[in-house]
């Protein structure tokens, strides 16, 4: 196990872009077969999923750096933008964690009222919006601030608060927030 570890994490890079590396990526180490890629794959979902429920046990807004770990762990090395929205009750509570579009290496469509219309679905107060930055680099674009400005005016209209707009990249996570960004 020692010489097929060692393996993956030199192909890889670490732990964390072992267990986000898709099926197929996986299987070009020699050594990891269907099983092996398999029980990876479920590893990786199992943190993710602990992450969550440590997430949904907490108010979300007093705790920045567990919610920033917790994003790290679910979207920093995925290979294909994603645009999730966690929405929240009016006492700052997870209601839902959800991948909203899935896009290319670099852009993943934001729709307003699609984040909103669910966001009244599901009765949230508030929401914070987050995107992954495949490259790494979680620097907002200049589409990212456009584009959180359309929600934030949207929102707004509707009375739902847009708490914050992360960015997460392998270099870390980029708070719109904290930037003075919103």
Do not use: C, W
């Not at 995107?131 to 707004?156: F, Q, V, W, Y």
């Amino acid at each position: 196990m020692k010489p097929l570890a060692k393996a993956l994490l030199a192909r890889f890079g670490s732990l964390t872009g072992v267990m986000a590396a898709s099926l197929s990526e996986l299987k070009t180490v020699a050594g990891v077969g269907q099983t092996v890629a398999l029980d990876l794959k479920l590893a990786h979902e199992a943190a993710v999923r602990m992450g969550r429920e440590e997430v949904a046990k907490r108010t979300v807004i007093t705790s920045s750096s567990q919610l920033h770990a917790y994003v790290r762990l679910a979207m920093a090395h995925e290979s294909r933008e994603q645009f999730r929205v966690l929405f929240l009750d009016k006492k700052n509570q997870l209601i839902a964690d959800e991948i909203m579009h899935q896009g290319t290496v670099d852009h993943a469509p934001a729709y307003p009222r699609e984040i909103l219309r669910r966001a009244l679905e599901l009765a949230a107060s508030a929401v914070i919006l987050v995107h992954n930055h495949p490259s790494g680099d979680p620097a907002p674009s200049g589409a990212d601030i456009s584009m959180t400005r359309e929600i934030l005016d949207a929102a707004k209209a509707l009375r739902i608060a847009v708490h914050d707009h992360l960015v997460v990249g392998r270099q870390g996570v980029a708070s719109f927030k904290s930037l003075g960004l919103m």
